[in-house]
């Protein structure tokens, strides 16, 4: 499929990859564009590889976003660089820092950042805690809300049975008729992974009172192998 002719074009100069792993296109403009391989939707199978990634550096891409005229995406990539430091980076939190993740206006473009206060141990519990109630409370639109809800989900699946004290808000959270940290399967998914990182037993994980054996069945086995091979720097 072709761009418009009034969509402005831009030439791609990097890339890096969302807080679920897809990668985006880091473009000249300073915006970012997803460049999922999704078939059969869309087939973007060079993506998919070191060599074809590089070998599509220059590649002009339609970018909405200067024809709309916003402004450059560099307080997301930047909290997602931030995220992928090494371990320990934010065990020592600066005032700064404190002022990003207690600026409600700020959470939504560095939501990677949150899931960083797994550095601090176990004192980074209470501050995801209260990240997490605000964000239900207070941001109605899920579309709003999931990266921050997201990123403390990543946070605490980081810390593992150290977050094990956040597990009754969660459940309660999760077990609502109409759940407000998840909007999806994979939303869902990723709580589970979490709730099981932070110690709660695989027999034990909420599921739908509808599930059938077999789906109840499917679900811990999959929960099971993704907590065996849990890397917190490839996401949930």
């Not at 499929?1 to 402005?8: A, Q």
């Not at 959270?173 to 110690?199: V, Y």
Request: charge should be positive; hydrophobic fraction near 40%.
């Amino acid at each position: 499929m072709t761009e418009p002719s009034s969509v402005i074009q831009q030439p791609i100069i990097g890339y890096h990859r969302d807080e679920e792993g897809h990668w985006v296109a880091q473009l000249a403009c300073g915006h970012n564009q997803h460049v999922r391989h999704d078939p059969p939707l869309v087939r973007r199978e060079w993506v998919t590889t070191s060599a074809g990634r590089e070998s599509m550096l220059g590649f002009h891409l339609g970018c909405k976003k200067c024809t709309e005229g916003a402004p450059a995406d560099d307080r997301p990539y930047f909290a997602s660089l931030l995220s992928k430091m090494p371990a320990g980076t934010f065990a020592e939190m600066t005032a700064e820092e404190w002022r990003i993740i207690n600026d409600p206006m700020l959470r939504g473009d560095s939501a990677a950042f949150i899931e960083r206060l797994a550095d601090l141990g176990k004192p980074g519990v209470q501050p995801m805690l209260e990240i997490l109630r605000h964000s239900v409370q207070t941001i109605p639109e899920w579309h709003k809300r999931r990266q921050v809800v997201l990123a403390v989900c990543r946070g605490l699946a980081r810390l593992g049975p150290d977050a094990g004290e956040a597990l009754p808000l969660v459940q309660s959270h999760f077990e609502q008729k109409r759940c407000p940290i998840t909007n999806s399967a994979n939303d869902a998914l990723a709580w589970r992974i979490a709730m099981a990182r932070m110690g709660l037993p695989i027999e034990k994980l909420p599921h739908p009172s509808s599930w059938k054996e077999p789906a109840i069945a499917k679900m811990k086995s999959r929960v099971s192998r993704r907590v065996a091979k849990y890397d917190p720097d490839a996401g949930l």
